[in-house]
């Protein structure tokens, strides 16, 4: 069975950090790219990140670029979002997933997603 279990999420001011956590169990983790996405109240879901499955690539929403950065353990089948200089419209619930691809493809939806994680951000 494959399980993704976010943690990592909280409230925090603006112009903070916060680091995101997923690990996941059930599934071949190194062998598949991963991803974070979020949805905001009244909002879809929208891409946040993605990670090839060697890390060596990566991908980011224009809104996140340069203020969060994805990385990935392969030892510990877990993958991480660094969120800083955070900005009340990141208020969120960050949902992690796990695609059935080595690379990121934006037309691919994930095959697997965790429950996510609220994190909220004040002015």
């Known amino acids: 069975q494959v399980q993704l279990v976010e943690s990592g999420g909280g409230l925090v001011q603006a112009g903070g950090s916060l680091r995101l956590s997923c690990e996941t169990s059930?599934?071949?983790?190194?062998?598949?790219?991963m991803g974070w996405f979020r949805q905001a109240p009244r909002k879809d879901r929208e891409f946040v990140a993605a990670?090839?499955?060697?890390?060596?690539?990566?991908d980011y929403a224009d809104s996140v670029k340069g203020r969060f950065t994805i990385s990935r353990d392969n030892a510990k089948n877990t993958v991480y979002l660094q969120m800083n200089s955070l900005k009340p419209e990141d208020t969120a619930v960050y949902y992690c997933a796990a695609f059935l691809t080595r690379s990121y493809f934006s037309d691919y939806a994930p095959g697997y997603w965790g429950q996510g994680t609220q994190v909220t951000v004040s002015s």
């Open positions: 990670i090839s499955s060697s890390g060596g690539s990566t």
């Open positions: 059930g599934h071949p983790f190194s062998s598949v790219a």
